[in-house]
């Protein structure tokens, strides 16, 4: 459920200097709108570079890259579909076994109430223990609209150079035994690795990880102890350009249904359609219901208070916007996503701020009654939606589902069943937290300056590391995938001639870097 990376680069920072920071009125139907009131801007590359050099062992990941590649396929190769329940099981022991061969002395998988969790711990006797969270899931998929069969993972030539191609390459099984590799090859060479690990691995995270509070309650009081938590992640788009993020938003995902019932509409099943002239529509409640939600454009919510716990960009917020906007390219954004234009004709600083900082109500899917070829005239007797909200600081998801339910009681749709499929808050680290400086230093070692977001608008359980256990996150990693939930996913293995993008050998060099810099920090 995490997201596809964004690369909007290259432009000048117009708009940047000058502003003040304000919330409009927070009244029902009208969006937050925040300024700037600084032209100070983050700089990823003045921080230092990390100066270690572990040649020995990139050495040994250089002579074992085919070995390497091939771990990689073994995770690919094996689906594991959470939402179908395909390969579940075989994923996770197959993670299980790969802790064990590695040396971690504790590994074990974890019952929850869905599917299970594993658990690794490597004790190298370290003043300092990294948190590191992994998801063996990915998501459905529809082969015939691959070029590359799914779970081949098959080695295909791009205009980008050889890429490996299959469900998970960069979301995120690829970049996760990418790292494990370089686990390997330090305990390889050097027998020990330079911080103790806590892996925590869940097998739904593209279903929302509604049992991975679980697996953190198992080993919460351990967990505490950690220097930080860091996901294994793919941060370089297609130019070679690094992106750093230091958040998600939160998410509601919720399901409505409108059916048939004592307030009219058939109860058992649809009907001729002659009969909307005596009988209610289930369908039409459901739209009404929806549409009561937002203004007629669908781009602002009439929730009452629903804007009210958004906050606005903190200072250190604010230098990491003002250094995102001297790379924000519009134009390729509008061309990556097909569009031709934002929300009210949003620009430069507005944009990125509404991108950022706003809540959103989106339908995901709808449908009801008859929606094959050719006529069918009945009036259907139940009507679904899926509808997402994506929930900036400081919204929760449990305060934003009590709106929604008062809203539609109040609007006389109190029949409209909601279920609630997956929910979480938002997640925030600062670009102090010596895990983040780590993780910069390796970005400029290799000459990769990151733009340092402050979030992306995407979700993801984060909150479990930042809110519950109090630590600093990163996710972050040299390597560039595409295709995360669509067909045809990848990640680079061997760029062409004169990329910029890290082949699989330097992406896990980078990720033995991060170990021994978070060791020094």
Request: hydrophobic share 40%; aromatic share 10%.
């Amino acid at each position: 459920m995490l997201f596809e990376r964004r690369r909007f680069l290259e432009v000048g920072a117009a708009g940047l200097a000058g502003m003040a920071l304000f919330p409009r009125s927070q009244q029902q139907g009208r969006r937050p709108a925040f300024r700037l009131t600084t032209s100070e801007a983050f700089d990823a590359a003045a921080l230092p570079a990390y100066r270690g050099n572990h040649s020995r062992v990139y050495r040994y990941i250089d002579q074992n890259l085919d070995r390497h590649i091939a771990s990689l396929q073994r995770w690919i190769r094996q689906p594991s579909v959470s939402a179908q329940g395909v390969g579940i099981e075989e994923m996770a022991r197959l993670v299980l076994e790969d802790f064990r061969s590695l040396g971690f002395k504790e590994a074990e998988l974890v019952p929850t109430g869905g599917h299970p969790g594993v658990w690794g711990y490597y004790d190298a006797g370290a003043p300092k223990t990294l948190m590191v969270y992994m998801m063996y899931d990915v998501q459905p998929v529809e082969p015939e609209d691959w070029r590359s069969p799914p779970f081949e993972a098959n080695l295909v030539e791009t205009e980008l150079g050889t890429v490996l191609m299959g469900r998970g390459a960069t979301n995120q099984k690829g970049p996760e035994r990418a790292f494990l590799n370089a686990v390997e090859a330090i305990l390889a060479t050097e027998g020990r690795l330079p911080v103790n690990l806590m892996i925590t691995a869940e097998g739904e995270e593209e279903i929302s990880s509604p049992h991975y509070p679980e697996i953190v309650d198992r080993y919460e009081e351990r967990l505490r102890r950690c220097a930080g938590a860091f996901f294994p992640f793919n941060s370089q788009g297609p130019d070679g350009e690094a992106e750093l993020d230091l958040g998600v938003k939160g998410i509601l995902y919720l399901e409505l249904e409108s059916k048939g019932g004592p307030h009219g509409g058939p109860t058992r099943a649809e009907i001729h359609g002659s009969y909307k002239a005596l009988v209610d529509s289930p369908v039409w409640r459901l739209v009404q219901a929806l549409g009561s939600m937002v203004t007629p454009d669908g781009n602002t919510i009439l929730i009452p208070g629903y804007y009210d716990a958004v906050r606005p960009p903190t200072e250190e917020e604010q230098r990491l916007i003002n250094g995102v906007l001297r790379k924000w390219n519009e134009a390729a954004l509008k061309r990556l996503l097909g569009v031709e234009r934002f929300i009210d004709g949003w620009t430069g600083a507005d944009a990125l701020l509404a991108y950022l900082y706003h809540p959103t109500l989106n339908i995901d899917g709808i449908w009801g009654g008859y929606t094959g070829e050719g006529s069918k005239t009945i009036l259907p007797h139940k009507a679904t939606a899926k509808i997402d909200s994506r929930l900036p600081p400081d919204m929760r998801p449990e305060q934003a589902l009590s709106m929604i339910r008062s809203h539609l009681e109040r609007q006389g749709f109190g029949d409209i069943e909601i279920r609630q499929l997956g929910a979480y808050p938002p997640s925030q680290t600062s670009v102090e937290a010596p895990l983040v400086r780590a993780a910069i230093s390796v970005f400029n070692k290799y000459g990769h300056p990151p733009a340092v977001w402050p979030r992306l608008a995407g979700s993801a359980p984060f909150y479990q590391f930042t809110e519950r256990l109090r630590l600093p996150l990163v996710f972050s990693g040299l390597g560039h995938g595409s295709g995360a939930h669509a067909p045809n996913e990848y990640m680079v293995i061997h760029p062409r001639p004169g990329s910029k993008i890290a082949g699989l050998a330097e992406v896990e060099k980078a990720y033995v870097d991060l170990l021994y810099a978070l060791a020094a920090a």
